[in-house]
């Protein structure tokens, strides 16, 4: 081979050598770049702040920085029966760094169409999954009343006492609108935002009942400023065993609320998955069980797939208890 086409494959070789260490560390570059997250994410709560679903995802923001090592923000967007924040995160970028942990009314807002209109439906959120369970309560201000019992007989003299609830949608309007037709009685139904709402107007006498979260109101109760008559549960939490539950009493329970993660419908699966991992690692992890445990919740993870099965399943149940309970005719 002469010396001068050895230097030209020499050459050719040096410079597509060059071309591909060049290309790769291109690619290694933007993969750099794109990488998930690399800025704050905004976890949105269409709650106001206070409340048990607050509480938790306040929590889990704080878990979620120490694995994610970005800042996670709560965004409260209360109003519109929560279907403001949920159409918060409808309407985002969906890349990932708008989030929804919301309750299960924010995700299937026409099944609750005979009560208002949202700018959105379920097809417009993607569930990522299940991680905590609220324990809702029917309160009183202490030294009203003792028992639920008393409380009904009470409301059956004075019909259209006021109730406070987070809107029709919530499961304490749903359950308290059960008793009410099961005792044929009437209240007068006043939404608020949240719980940091309703327990002031509990306090402040605006209201003679309200559904609150136990987790807005554990410290009150310890005080003796509130007395919770039963819980909006199918079954007794290890953290109040005296407070009996409504099925407990005989009531049905129109469906369970849980929390859970969303995003826009377009999100990555690749999002999807990371965020169901990380959720499922940080449900395991102690430190996070003792906080949701403190703000008197339950975890309850359940992964992507189960998830949107059980909100198929909660979206016929409820359709279903609605027509037996004479709210659709």
């Known amino acids: 081979m002469k010396r001068t086409e050895f230097k030209k494959k020499i050459a050719k070789f040096s410079f597509l050598t ?16 794109s990488a998930y997250p690399d800025r704050a994410i905004t976890l949105v709560v269409p709650y106001s702040p206070g409340g048990g679903l607050d509480l938790a995802a306040r929590a889990l923001a704080d878990s979620m920085e120490k694995h994610l090592k970005q800042p996670v923000v709560v965004l409260n967007k209360p109003g519109g029966a929560t279907t403001i924040g949920g159409n918060t995160v409808v309407t985002a970028k969906p890349d990932g760094y ?3 942990y919301f309750p299960t009314p924010t995700v299937i807002p026409e099944v609750f169409s005979y009560f208002y209109e949202a700018p959105y439906s379920s097809k417009d959120l993607k569930p ?33 006492l006021k109730m406070g609830t987070h809107g029709k949608s919530g499961l304490g309007y749903i359950a308290m609108a059960t008793i009410a037709k099961a005792e044929k009685i009437k209240f007068t139904d006043v939404p608020f935002a949240g719980d940091s709402a309703i327990v002031p107007a509990i ?15 554990r410290s009150l109760v310890e005080a003796k400023k ?8 199918e079954k007794r939490v290890d953290f109040a065993p005296e407070i009996p539950t409504v099925v407990d009493l005989g009531y049905k329970l129109g469906f369970v609320s849980c929390h859970g993660f969303f995003g826009p419908k377009d999100l990555s699966d690749d999002v999807v998955r990371m965020i169901d991992e990380l959720a499922r690692k940080i449900a395991e992890e102690k430190d996070f069980q003792t906080k949701i445990r403190n703000t008197s919740q339950i975890i309850n993870y359940e992964d992507t797939a189960s998830f949107r099965k059980s909100i198929e399943k909660y979206k016929e149940d409820l359709k279903v208890f609605f027509k037996e309970e004479g709210f659709v005719k």
């Open 226 to 233: 509130l007395k919770p008559l039963a819980l909006c549960l």
């Open 203 to 217: 306090l402040g006498d605006h209201i003679t009942v309200g559904t609150p979260g136990f987790a807005a109101i």
């Open 18 to 33: 060059a071309l591909l260490l060049g290309l790769s560390f291109f690619v290694i570059l933007q993969a750099a770049n």
């Open 128 to 160: 990522i999954c299940r991680l905590t369970e609220p324990v809702l309560t029917i309160t009183v201000k202490e030294g009203t009343f003792n028992t639920l019992k008393e409380f009904i007989e009470f409301a059956r003299k004075n019909p259209g």
């Open 98 to 100: 708008t989030l929804g």
